[in-house]
């Protein structure tokens, strides 16, 4: 094993060959460089946020993004490979993708899933390495309820190869259980995707203890931050919108009912999560449906959950919206779902992440410093160009630390570009 070159040089403690120690961490702001510039303090964007026992070292995070190439819900070299580029680009935190706490939760068969133990080495391995480099990195815990057993958007189907729009439903032979999809009510998402099974009392408990136990699993694999994805249209946020949850139990009708199992299910992961470390929660904050107050889910329930949240312990909301029904109307357009991180920033006085089509690093920083949001979340930019952050950093008049490997090179180049 070798783990230190020579003289002082002893590496990284998480890894188990020579890797220098990265301090600062990459993602720091070390100083100014744009001569033309008159401020002496970073944008706000490059500034850090201590969350808890964490602190990030600056407010981009890399979204969770599935990536539909997992075997059995295990990671591989793929997961390694895409993660880890991250780790080597400045960003503030990292996170895996949708991770379903069952096998039936998942999205479709070649979801990431944290339900057995086999499953953390994999997931260990990634963390290690992102540690190694001195990053954070968290991990989203899912069940995809009635949106699952789908199939992946690349997937071809026998039958429809030619352009023919494909089934969303997976069939038994490619790896789905289109006859075990569970959800609050048995009410399909569209004609395409199963019909679900209305989960029992003692399954909606089962669910949640599995969420508990991925938790653990999560804590053994050396996560930083867990986040629970109550968002999308997945199992959490159809209890939540009475658009798919007609429940007549204890689990649907008012909202104290229809937000009992998500709350629940914080409670759990809350008391066996380590208390230094932060917990976060994906909502969707609108269902874009207009069809008469209460008969959707809209802002103003947003902001009641989230102030119910926090009292459980949950430090950040990351704010998305949609993805419960067909009939949405979203208005798509930069930055579209600010408004709702900032209202809920203001109103449930709690830390948010805001996502959805910000591209340009003066939006983001400007989101940030006019307090709408904490973190920014990007997902399309970084599959665009990995390199989001470091660019980002050299249009605000940033130099960052980036990996001791890239930064003499990476410096000389910032430099040379600010004084031209
Ligand atoms: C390839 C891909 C996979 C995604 N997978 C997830 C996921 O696992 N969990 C989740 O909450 N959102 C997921 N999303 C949504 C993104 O996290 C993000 O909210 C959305 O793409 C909007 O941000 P953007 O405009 O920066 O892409 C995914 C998006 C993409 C493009």
């Given at each position: 094993m070798i783990t230190k070159i020579t003289g002082e040089n002893i590496g990284a403690p998480n890894a188990p060959y020579y890797t220098p120690?990265?301090?600062?961490?990459?993602?720091?702001?070390?100083?100014?460089?744009?001569?033309?510039?008159?401020?002496t303090e970073s944008p706000p964007l490059f500034t850090p946020l201590k969350l808890r026992g964490i602190s990030l070292p600056n407010r981009i995070v890399v979204s969770p993004m599935c990536?539909?190439?997992?075997h059995d819900g295990t990671l591989t070299d793929w997961h390694l490979v895409h993660l880890g580029q991250f780790a080597l680009r400045g960003v503030g935190l990292i996170f895996v993708e949708a991770?379903?706490?069952?096998?039936?939760?998942?999205?479709?068969?070649n979801d990431s899933g944290?339900?057995?133990?086999?499953?953390i080495a994999p997931l260990k391995r990634i963390v290690d390495f992102v540690h190694s480099q001195g990053v954070k990195i968290g991990i989203q815990l899912a069940h995809s309820g009635r949106k699952s057993s789908t199939i992946a958007p690349f997937i071809l189907v026998k039958g429809h190869e030619?352009?023919?729009?494909?089934?969303?439903l997976s069939p038994e032979e490619y790896g789905g259980w289109p006859n075990d999809v569970v959800g609050p009510?048995?009410?399909?998402?569209?004609?395409?995707h199963a019909n679900p099974k209305e989960l029992t009392i003692e399954q909606i408990h089962e669910i949640e203890e599995a969420y508990v136990a991925a938790a653990k699993r999560a804590e053994k694999a050396g996560f930083d931050i867990i986040e629970l994805h109550?968002?999308?249209?997945y199992l959490a946020h159809e209890f939540f919108s009475p658009i798919s949850n007609k429940r007549?139990?204890?689990?649907?009708?008012?909202f104290e009912n229809r937000v009992r199992y998500g709350l629940e299910t914080t409670k759990k992961v809350r008391q066996v999560w380590s208390e230094d470390k932060p917990l976060f929660v994906r909502i969707s904050?609108?269902?874009?449906?207009?069809?008469?107050?209460?008969n959707s889910w809209e802002i103003k329930q947003s902001v009641k959950l989230s102030k119910l949240l926090k009292e459980l312990g949950v430090d950040l909301i990351d704010v998305s919206s949609g993805g419960?029904?067909?009939e949405q109307k979203i208005n798509l357009d930069?930055?579209?779902?600010v408004p709702f991180a900032e209202e809920i920033k203001k109103y449930a006085n709690i830390y948010t992440g805001a996502v959805g089509l910000i591209r340009d690093p003066q939006i983001a920083n400007n989101i940030v410093t006019n307090g709408q949001a904490d973190l920014i979340f990007l997902a399309r930019g970084f599959l665009h160009d990995s390199s989001w952050v470091i660019k980002a950093a050299e249009k605000l008049g940033v130099l960052i630390q980036t990996p001791k490997q890239y930064h003499y090179a990476i410096k000389k180049i910032l430099i040379s570009n600010s004084i031209k």
């Open positions: 120690i990265q301090d600062p961490p990459p993602g720091t702001s070390l100083s100014l460089i744009k001569s033309q510039s008159n401020d990536t539909y190439s997992a991770t379903a706490v069952t096998p039936q939760g998942r999205i479709s068969p944290l339900w057995k133990d086999e499953q030619n352009n023919v729009k494909i089934p969303n009510s048995p009410i399909p998402w569209d004609e395409n109550f968002a999308h249209g007549t139990d204890q689990y649907g009708g008012s904050a609108s269902d874009w449906v207009d069809n008469g107050e209460g419960n029904t067909p930069n930055s579209y779902q």
